[in-house]
């Protein structure tokens, strides 16, 4: 990896990084990841003008098996001199074997929704297609779930937090010291796949108790201490907790430098007020990677307006005292334009 963190590195600092490990050999494979702009939709997949286009072809192929739509493969010059690179990653990288991967298009919202589902299917895809090319047997991931260490997080914490042990996770990870990074992902044992990542999960504040939990989220104590292999009452703040029937539609939202319950609650369309009452929070006081129940899946109600002649995006979303933004996204509306007779959605 040239980074695990949201650091921003100079061209030369990339190359010798990707070097670094094995320096400039040509059985050595660099694989870049990007998601593209520009209008189209679909991933592709550039790879060097010294290379021939086999890996490039399974990577795409194995990103469209995953669901995902494929443009092609392809190579692209320099404007200064055709005989060589336009990226600099491959040009600069001499002998080594260089893909760049696209795997869609952030101004096209159906990448977008694609993408946002389906990264990870798409990212494995990638796993796949490079450990058969290099010729060995692959195997599926773990069907353990997993855990991105934060700022302060030590493996007991961590343990602690999934009631397991310091052991059992070096053991899973492969982890020959108790060092940590930022950024780091973890197989948890014993705990299920996409319990973290799916919004399925609580994470214990200060006042909590499982009393106070099961009541919130319309379940038992027992269920929750059962789920969680718990042995007794005690919590810990910070513990994460799998909550037994908590709908994968509730979304989560981690709390981050500069943000307050109103700049929350305005971004998911919420009253402050509803957003502690989820939350139990007794004050407006956040905590850099809290983690917020935005809201628990409920039947949204709509009533139907029908486009007459005159009205505009600006005069109906006046008339019922709701934003533009908001009606057009209720509606998947891509423009502002309207037709006479056309259906809206409006939030009672």
């Known amino acids: 990896m040239t980074r695990e963190t949201d650091e921003t590195l100079t061209n030369t600092e990339r190359i010798n990084r990707i070097k670094q490990p094995f320096g400039d050999v040509k059985n050595a494979i660099v694989v870049s990841t990007h998601i593209n702009s520009g209008g189209g939709e679909g991933a592709e997949v550039i790879y060097a003008l010294r290379n021939t286009p086999e890996l490039a072809k399974m990577i795409l192929s194995n990103i469209g098996s995953a669901g995902q739509k494929t443009r092609t493969v392809y190579q692209k010059t320099s404007l200064v001199d055709l005989s060589q690179d336009y990226y600099y990653i491959m040009r600069d990288t001499n002998n080594m074997q260089v893909v760049i991967v696209e795997y869609g298009f952030l101004d096209n919202p159906n990448d977008v929704e694609r993408l946002q589902k389906n990264w990870g299917d798409y990212a494995e895809a990638t796993v796949k297609a490079v ?17 991105t260490v934060k700022v302060g997080d030590t493996l007991y914490s961590i343990a602690k937090m999934f ?22 992902k973890l197989i948890i044992p014993g705990l299920k796949q996409g319990t973290i990542e799916g919004g399925e999960t609580y994470t214990v504040k200060a006042g909590d108790t499982l009393y106070s939990i099961a009541r919130t989220f319309n379940t038992t104590v027992e269920a929750i201490k059962s789920i969680n292999n718990l042995t007794s009452n005690i919590l810990s703040i910070g513990q994460r907790l799998i909550i037994p029937g908590l709908e994968t539609g509730s979304s989560t939202y981690t709390v981050k430098a500069g943000d307050t319950l109103w700049s ?13 009452k989820i939350n139990n929070l007794q004050t407006n006081l956040l905590t850099i990677g809290q983690i917020l129940i935005i809201s628990l899946t409920r039947q949204e109600n709509y009533e139907i307006y029908t486009v007459k002649s005159g009205d505009s995006i600006w005069s109906i979303a006046n008339n019922y005292n709701i934003s533009v933004v908001l009606l057009k996204e209720i509606n998947e509306l891509k423009n502002s334009l309207l037709e006479v007779g056309q259906t809206l959605k409006i939030p009672k």
């Open 131 to 147: 450990t058969e090319y290099m010729g060995f047997i692959y195997k599926t991931p773990s069907l353990e779930g997993s855990y």
């Open 163 to 184: 009631n397991t042990t310091v052991e059992a996770i070096k053991s899973i990870n492969n982890l020959t010291s108790n060092i940590l990074s930022i950024g780091q």
């Open 264 to 276: 929350i609650a305005n971004t998911y369309k919420i009253t402050v007020d509803e957003l502690k």
